[in-house]
DNA sequence: GAGTGAATTGCACAGGTATGCAAAAAGGCG
DNA sequence: CGCCTTTTTGCATACCTGTGCAATTCACTC
């Protein structure tokens, strides 16, 4: 039942030529003559005959495989993140090894192991970090890394992030501008750079408005955490607007201040978002945020990637992709905010 | 700069010993004396030695890569099974391959061959199909595939889906019974199994308490043509109650008929969805629907997989698992409904 | 047709591991 | 200690392909 699989020698012996003329075909940019690359086509047709990656990997040395780490799901902002890399990786000869890490730190280290069992030519990590020790297998290994969405001191990895210092400022300035009085913030994780950062420039622009922000509370990336910190945000301090470290949280804060809180949103209190998820543009929220450029942020991610895969000695990089504040109907827009 | 990998015969050298014995050591059920064992381990630590899966599958015939294909994961069921599946198979010692096919049909084969060429042990395809020729490859190949959330005749491949002809008579009996009179479907792609199921079943069950539909138009799977079918409906039809064919599309619905159209749901229209994903339990939408249990598929769809990969031998099952209507919001309840 | 250079082909080996088989070591028993 | 059984170890080979090298063929020119 069980047929052995084809390899080049059938089909070699089969077309009445040697295995490396197989190989050749099979190999671009190898020196073959029409009549060779007939013979052999039309036998490896007949057989059903496709080169086997693996053993291929063993002697080139590389897989083709980029290895992808990614913590959570349920921000719609990685699977967006996850279709794109696909594509645009797929179009450029690679595939994704897909590994999923609960919870930060101890995990992420043993799910990087497994990964580079399977020779992997490169890793992008989405939204996690990487401990100093395992940055250095890698570099040693050979093997670059690209972190997505995150940023991290260590000099031997590359990242791609938005200029999230600059994203909280701004949005910092749009809220003062809108003449909002008692602002708060539901940060993001504060054991991320992107959650951090974007603090430290909201605070930043707030304060350099002479502005003092009513609460800053932790809102973890999870979206009901962030529900619960609503709860007690309004119960103590009435704010009039908030700004929220990422999307999918700020749909939970909507949800909790329009349906639990009977509140009006933009009436009583404004809301902003940071990502730019679909559905931040869906009616139903119509979420005034301040947009990562997915597309840009992963073709400057595989850019990089690929490059230091074909060049090893080219340094990694820190790259900042700069993102537009979107209007929309969440937060009250200031007269001539352009 | 970039190491020498690090091989078992470095190893070896290291402890003194074969490098047969290297690899028993790292082959669990092999014979190696505890004696042996230690000192290999000591080397092994010390040069930062981990077997290369890829030359291991060479030999052994399994690479413990399971290759997964999925057509687009706007739509949230899918990153929830993507991410599913991720950590269950990860628990069996088994790697994610993904391969994103922009629509169906041709795009769906070339990508599995492609997948074919990893030499990966099985195949899940989520809501995708594929072609009859490509099917009796695969199996004679001896790679089982099993479709997830599609329904397929073909003998040769396992299935898991939802009962959805019962899910869609549910549903009109539902919506006949909480009195409404003007009932349509804006039905999922008739190119799928489930969406031609659900469809089947809704109209089975209006049929069966002699209700006629006011209109049943195709929402294709997407938010947007589901959105344009909305608009076009309530011009002609003003339907008082809309079965829509997933989640996904139903948000798509609301978003029309509450902000464009300015009408109340369920007050006016009454809505339900199919699959229940994460936000449908969010209360800005708050939507009745019939889940589809995502974890016990996946559940089931690995242990399939799985059990044909130990034993080539056992029969392509095709599995249904039974939904309940999750009762919200987004549609009146009839009285005395249970 | 001989001679030249270029293009093509085959040979042999390497890449890192698992495993059957035979040899060696260990253990048990009188 | 000698014999036999069981366990452990090493040797050699196979898995499937790519590639350097040498041999062969081809295409031209004089």
Redesign the interface.
């Known amino acids: ?3 052995r ?1 084809v390899t080049s020698l059938d089909v070699a012996a089969l077309a009445g030529v040697s295995q490396s003329a197989v190989s050749r075909v099979f190999t671009p940019g190898a020196s073959v003559s029409k009549k060779m690359a007939a013979r052999v086509r039309d036998a490896a047709n007949e057989l ?1 005959y ?6 291929r ?2 002697i080139t040395g590389r ?1 083709r ?1 980029i290895g992808l780490v990614v913590a ?3 921000n ?1 902002f ?3 993140a ?2 794109r890399f ?2 645009v990786l ?1 179009g450029e000869g690679y ?6 890490t ?1 919870g930060a730190g101890e995990g992420v280290d043993r799910v990087i ?2 990964l ?4 992997v030519d490169g890793i992008i990590t989405a939204s996690v970090g990487m401990s100093d020790d395992l940055a250095s ?1 890698c570099s ?3 093997i670059p890394v690209v972190l997505f969405n995150r940023g991290q001191a260590d000099d031997r990895l590359a990242q791609v992030t938005s200029d999230n210092i600059r994203g909280g400022r701004r949005i910092a300035e749009f809220l003062v501008a809108g003449g909002h009085k008692r602002i708060a913030h539901v940060a993001g994780w504060q054991g991320s750079s992107t959650g951090r950062d974007r603090k430290d420039g909201f605070l930043a622009g707030l304060d350099a408005a002479g502005v003092m922000p009513v609460s800053v509370v932790e809102g973890e990336y999870s979206r009901e955490v962030a529900a619960e910190a609503t709860r007690a945000l309004w119960a103590e301090h009435k704010p009039d607007a908030i700004f929220v470290g990422n999307d999918h949280m700020a ?2 804060v ?3 201040l ?3 809180l009977g509140l009006s949103v933009p009436g009583d209190v404004s809301v902003v978002g940071y990502d730019d998820v ?1 559905m931040a543009g ?4 119509d979420l005034t945020t301040l947009r990562q450029p997915s597309g840009q942020m992963v073709a400057r991610t595989v850019e990089m990637l690929l490059e230091r895969i074909g060049s ?2 080219v340094a990694a990089r820190k790259e900042m992709i700069e993102g537009d504040l979107i209007l929309r109907g969440s937060a009250r827009v200031p007269e001539g905010w352009t």
């Not at 580079?116 to 020779?119: L, R, T």
């Open positions: 039942m069980a047929e699989k059903g496709r080169p086997n990656v693996l053993a990997s063993l897989s495989i959570y799901l349920e719609p990685y699977p967006d996850l279709e696909s594509t797929q595939h994704i090894l897909v590994f999923m609960s192991e497994e580079m069992d399977y020779q297998r040693a290994a050979g749909f939970g909507i949800d909790v329009r349906h639990e679909p869906w009616a139903a929220y090893p000695d």
